[in-house]
């Protein structure tokens, strides 16, 4: 089976630009869950999508939003990028809430 | 809120040298404790689940354990690929993770 995949693996912006990265989950998975990783905060939950509603959020702003389509292929989106956005951020997908989540490769965004 | 605690921060063995990592956890109810492995740049990859107090988990030199408010992260007689930052998280809702601990073996 193909793992997480998550595109574009690389992006740098601006400040105030806006970004959006793609994550598709392990075939046979529908829920997709995203986290921010920094070397201050670690990793930090963001959101979580099953059967493209979203069941839990995180403690972010606004300017942080996703989405998830019927083939369960899920997006985020930022808005109004700020300096403190450079961040690796990382999808996982997993069968159910509760089931083990892997882990795709990450999208590192730098915002200059 | 979820409080997870890794020690030690990082971890410099010698080759063969065993080790265990340690991590504290708090949780209202514990649905989970997993532990991953993540390489500079690279997305966690999941070693072990485990859910119940006294069970165990293996994997070629490590082995998991689980009590009722830690987990110990015993590597055997390690080799430089085990080099790595080894993450732990509880589930509730979400994964809750450890600040990590970086593990260095030197050959």
């Known amino acids: 089976k193909a793992g997480v995949t998550q595109t574009p693996r690389y992006l740098i912006k601006t400040r105030g630009q806006q970004v959006t990265l793609s994550c598709s989950p392990i075939?046979?998975?529908?829920?997709v869950s995203w986290y921010q990783q920094t070397p201050g905060q670690g990793l930090q939950f963001l959101f979580e999508?099953?059967?493209?509603?979203?069941?839990n959020k995180g403690n972010f702003p606004g300017r942080f939003s996703g989405r998830q389509f019927s083939n369960s292929r899920s997006e985020m989106n930022v808005s109004t990028l700020e300096l403190g956005d450079s961040a690796l951020y990382l999808c996982?997908?997993?069968?159910?809430?509760?089931?083990?989540?892997?882990f795709g490769p990450g999208t590192r965004l730098t915002v200059l | 809120e979820d409080q997870v605690t890794q020690s030690p921060e990082a971890l410099r063995l010698q080759e063969g040298e065993s080790s265990s990592l340690n991590c504290s956890y708090t949780?209202?109810?514990?649905?989970?404790l997993f532990w991953y492995r993540q390489d500079p740049g690279k997305g966690p990859e999941f070693l072990f689940t485990l859910y119940s107090a006294g069970e165990e988990k293996e994997k070629e030199r490590l082995k998991a354990t689980l009590t009722k408010k830690e987990s110990f992260l015993h590597i055997t007689a390690p080799k430089p690929e085990d080099s790595a930052t080894y993450l732990c998280?509880?589930?509730?809702?979400?994964?809750?993770f450890g600040a990590g601990t970086t593990v260095t073996v030197r050959a």
């Open positions: 075939s046979g998975h529908r829920s």
């Open positions: 999508y099953f059967s493209e509603t979203q069941r």
């Open positions: 949780v209202s109810g514990l649905r989970g």
């Open positions: 996982a997908s997993s069968s159910g809430q509760k089931d083990t989540q892997y």
């Open positions: 998280a509880v589930h509730d809702y979400k994964l809750s």
